[in-house]
């Protein structure tokens, strides 16, 4: 039975160990862990530790992660709100690729090729950026009732957010069904359609994934190695990494979106009414595509 120790100290992560298993744990329920600052620093511990074989991945809080916090989109990159009647002064474009990059092609690439196997637990929700992440890793097992979608589709830009990863996971039928409507399905239903491996009671969540985690462990540490290698190779040679260059790049493209007059722009919204009336505001006026 995994019996898991605090191994570290960090802001807004839980990094444990318990023997050749390691957790890292979201740690910004507020924010329902959305722009999470140290799990790349806890990553990187995890990565040169040699002992570790297996990686957990968790959330506290209500969700394993909701994607992109959308109090930032568009400010990160240095964007700033213009004023009612000014126009909006755009950052260059190589800052955007610059900060698109290290998110969606070499974060995500981190994770697909990570040298430990990889476990998700999701509970309440995965969703837009975080889920895109996250399907990168090895094996995922999410409560019954979690939600999973590409969300942030309807900022405006359906399809975008589609990768050879997630064909190859869910087949082009349901990653489009995803991509384009960005509507929630549960963890049943992502077991169902392949995004998932193991949907299971959210009261079973920890205790199924524990179970995998110390299976998993088992194996040595030269044959774990050997099959991540061979993963990458069959990655390339399917194109998936090919995929996260276009992925990243059309991230920057989309930041160029134009909006006329009668389209729902959520950063107008946003500035005229706040984030959380933005959010529903975008959900009924994208209603239609829930059903």
Same mark, same amino acid.
Request: hydrophobic share 45%; glycine share 8%; with cysteine.
């Given at each position: 039975?995994?019996?898991?120790?605090?191994?570290?100290?960090?802001?807004?992560?839980?990094?444990?160990?318990?023997?050749?298993?390691?957790?890292?744990?979201?740690?910004?329920?507020?924010?329902?862990?959305?722009?999470?600052?140290?799990?790349?620093?806890?990553?990187?511990?995890?990565?040169?530790?040699?002992?570790?074989?297996?990686?957990?991945?968790?959330?506290?809080?209500?969700?394993?992660?909701?994607?992109?916090?959308?109090?930032?989109?568009?400010?990160?990159?240095?964007?700033?709100?213009?004023?009612?009647?000014?126009?909006?002064?755009?950052?260059?474009?190589?800052?955007?690729?610059?900060?698109?990059?290290?998110?969606?092609?070499?974060?995500?690439?981190?994770?697909?090729?990570?040298?430990?196997?990889?476990?998700?637990?999701?509970?309440?929700?995965? &969703?837009?950026?975080? =889920? *895109?992440?996250?399907?990168?890793?090895?094996?995922?097992? !999410?409560? $019954?009732?979690?939600?999973? @979608?590409?969300?942030?589709?309807?900022?405006?830009?359906?399809?975008?957010?589609?990768?050879?990863?997630?064909?190859?996971?869910?087949? &082009?039928?349901?990653? =489009? *069904?995803?991509?384009?409507?960005?509507?929630?399905?549960? !963890?049943? $239903?992502?077991?169902?359609? @392949?995004?998932?491996?193991?949907?299971?009671?959210?009261?079973?969540?920890?205790?199924?994934?524990?179970?995998?985690?110390?299976?998993?462990?088992?194996?040595?540490? *030269?044959?774990?190695?050997?099959?991540?290698?061979?993963?990458?190779?069959?990655?390339?040679?399917? @194109?998936?990494?090919?995929?996260?260059?276009?992925?990243?790049?059309?991230?920057?493209?989309?930041?160029?979106?134009?909006?006329?007059?009668?389209?729902?722009?959520?950063?107008?919204?946003?500035?005229?009414?706040?984030?959380?009336?933005?959010?529903?505001?975008?959900?009924?006026?994208?209603?239609?595509?829930?059903?």
């Amino acid at each position: 039975m995994l019996k898991f120790k605090k191994a570290g100290e960090y802001d807004d992560v839980i990094y444990e160990r318990s023997g050749y298993v390691a957790r890292i744990t979201l740690n910004s329920p507020e924010t329902m862990n959305t722009g999470v600052k140290d799990f790349n620093k806890a990553l990187a511990v995890v990565e040169e530790a040699d002992d570790i074989k297996v990686l957990i991945i968790k959330g506290a809080g209500r969700a394993l992660a909701a994607g992109a916090p959308l109090n930032e989109v568009g400010f990160v990159y240095g964007w700033k709100e213009p004023k009612h009647g000014e126009k909006a002064a755009r950052t260059p474009i190589r800052h955007r690729l610059k900060f698109d990059r290290k998110v969606f092609y070499d974060g995500m690439l981190k994770l697909l090729f990570f040298p430990k196997i990889t476990i998700v637990q999701a509970h309440g929700y995965l &969703l837009g950026a975080s =889920m *895109d992440m996250y399907l990168a890793c090895d094996f995922l097992v !999410g409560a $019954e009732d979690c939600k999973f @979608g590409e969300i942030e589709v309807r900022l405006g830009v359906p399809n975008v957010t589609i990768t050879p990863l997630m064909i190859l996971r869910i087949g &082009l039928t349901n990653a =489009m *069904d995803l991509c384009m409507t960005g509507r929630m399905i549960d !963890g049943k $239903e992502a077991a169902r359609i @392949g995004l998932i491996n193991r949907a299971v009671p959210v009261d079973k969540l920890e205790e199924e994934v524990n179970r995998y985690a110390e299976g998993f462990a088992k194996f040595p540490r *030269d044959g774990i190695a050997m099959g991540k290698a061979s993963k990458q190779a069959v990655c390339d040679a399917l @194109g998936i990494t090919a995929g996260f260059t276009n992925h990243w790049m059309m991230h920057t493209m989309q930041t160029n979106i134009h909006f006329e007059d009668d389209e729902f722009s959520f950063f107008k919204a946003r500035r005229d009414m706040g984030v959380r009336e933005a959010i529903h505001a975008r959900n009924k006026f994208y209603e239609l595509l829930d059903k």
